[in-house]
């Protein structure tokens, strides 16, 4: 089964200064989000491996648009996470069988690599609900200056029978890291974490 999409929305954001201080280069951010129709809305399945294609399907093209909104190769993208928002008529159930199985491959072939966990958070709401897209870094979850999140909305979604579902990449780390813990430089990228 294939996605039934009825719009996708990018965000790109990029932040210059932070309490008065320069950033530079700009810290960015961005999200690929896909408003999709929930093949299992209002019903009981058992089976769920549909929505398991699906996210394997929208890994690839969300992760390539988020990149492609950076205006970077995949490689050089640092963070990354991922989110679904089921409309009232859906169950997270239905965002964890789109995150979980089969999202990852996809959108770490996009980056080149991605050896930690890829952060993900799932949640219901209606019309505008925000989403947050939680963010860490791609082959080291230790490296704190990359504890982020991404928040977005799109106003007209999720309808009961949809799921809004996100892919977010940075170039960076957040705004004036100081909270110390394993510096980009000294990433090995061997277990995920270190």
């Known amino acids: 089964m294939s996605a039934k999409i009825r719009k996708i929305v990018t965000f ?19 999200a690929a989000v896909a408003v999709i129709e929930n093949p299992f809305a209002g019903t009981y399945v058992e089976d769920l491996s549909d929505l398991i294609a699906i996210g394997e399907e929208l890994g690839g093209l969300l992760t390539e648009r988020a ?11 640092e963070s990354y996470g991922k989110a679904a928002l089921v ?10 069988a789109l995150l979980h199985p089969k999202m ?60 809004v579902v996100a892919v977010a990449v940075t170039d960076s780390g957040r705004p004036l890291p100081r909270v110390g813990g ?3 430089e000294e990433i090995k990228g061997e277990d995920g974490l270190r």
């Open 104 to 163: 990852g491959t996809p959108v770490r072939k996009v980056l080149g690599k991605g050896a930690a966990l890829i952060p993900s958070s799932k949640r219901r709401g209606g019309l505008g609900a925000e989403l947050d897209i939680p963010l860490g870094h791609k082959d080291a979850a230790f490296v704190r200056s990359h504890f982020d999140g991404m928040q977005i909305s799109i106003s007209d979604a999720p309808r009961a029978n949809e799921i």
């Open 87 to 96: 409309g009232e008529n859906g169950e997270l159930e239905h965002a964890a």
């Open 12 to 30: 790109l954001e990029e932040t210059h200064t932070e309490m008065g201080k320069p950033i530079s280069p700009a810290t960015r951010r961005a």
């Open 182 to 184: 394993l510096k980009v």
């Open 67 to 77: 990149v492609a909104a950076l205006g970077i190769e995949g490689s050089k993208a």
